[in-house]
């Protein structure tokens, strides 16, 4: 498991960047976000209306991810594809 911070970008979406590689995140996505400094393993799932709204999944109860945060995550570069950012 790697190390990493997500984050929402207006036009790429959620984004993890493990120092300057970036892995798009897409609905179904499993990870380890940290929540008051401990690791629980959820899943990320997107609404179908444009992907407007993302939650977590976490023992059964859905929260809504915040576009302003950034979040530490844990993940498998393995599960991931890199991905191109155009700048």
């Known amino acids: 498991m790697k ?3 997500m ?7 959620w984004v993890i960047w493990i120092r300057q590689t970036a892995y798009q995140v897409f609905s179904g996505d499993s ?3 940290r929540i008051n400094n401990q690791y629980y393993q959820v899943v990320v799932i997107s609404d179908t209306d444009a ?4 939650t977590i999944e976490l023992d059964g ?3 809504n991810l915040r576009k302003t945060e950034v979040y530490k995550v844990h ?13």
């Not at 984050?7 to 979406?13: E, P, Q």
């Open 3 to 5: 190390r990493s911070i």
């Open 7 to 13: 984050m929402f970008d207006s036009a790429f979406g």
């Open 31 to 33: 990870m380890e976000l």
């Open 51 to 54: 992907y407007r709204n993302w």
């Open 61 to 63: 109860v859905a929260f």
């Open 75 to 87: 993940i498998n570069t393995a599960d991931y594809k890199p991905y191109v950012v155009p700048f």
